[in-house]
């Protein structure tokens, strides 16, 4: 669970810290947005906004009762480079795959990292509960 509420955070955290708008107090419209959970445990989530945020997500569990999560976000930076990130996380930990876009189409830039999974351990639980709602 911990693994979950903690990707979420990642996820929701980059997208909102890395992607300003023009002004704080811009309103950005919400295009579309999609949420499935299913009696599995099994989910889909993903949405998209009127600056070209967009983020998508899947969560299964795999024959051995693990939660497997692929995602990914994308939002324009201040530069107006494009940036995608595409993530895995699992019993292992989180594996973020990060890809900026040069405006013009042309070079492409890959970072790749992981997360140790008892990265979560270090944040508080009052933090982790908070996210959670």
Do not use: C, W
């Not at 419209?29 to 299913?38: G, T």
Request: avoid cysteine.
């Amino acid at each position: 669970m911990s693994m979950i509420i903690f990707t979420l955070a990642v996820s929701l955290i980059g997208t909102s810290v890395a992607s300003p708008s023009a002004s704080s107090t811009e309103s950005v419209p919400i295009l579309k947005q999609d949420r499935e959970v299913n009696v599995d445990g099994s989910y889909t989530y993903s949405f998209a906004s009127g600056d070209g945020t967009k983020q998508s997500e899947t969560g299964k569990y795999n024959n051995k009762g693990e939660l497997e999560i692929t995602g990914e976000y994308e939002y324009l930076a201040p530069n107006k480079k494009k940036i995608i990130e595409t993530y895995t996380a699992d019993k292992n930990g989180i594996v973020p795959k990060i890809i900026q876009e040069i405006p013009s189409g042309g070079v492409k830039t890959e970072i790749s990292e992981s997360i140790p999974p008892n990265f979560d351990d270090r944040i508080s639980s009052a933090a982790l509960a908070s996210l959670s709602g």
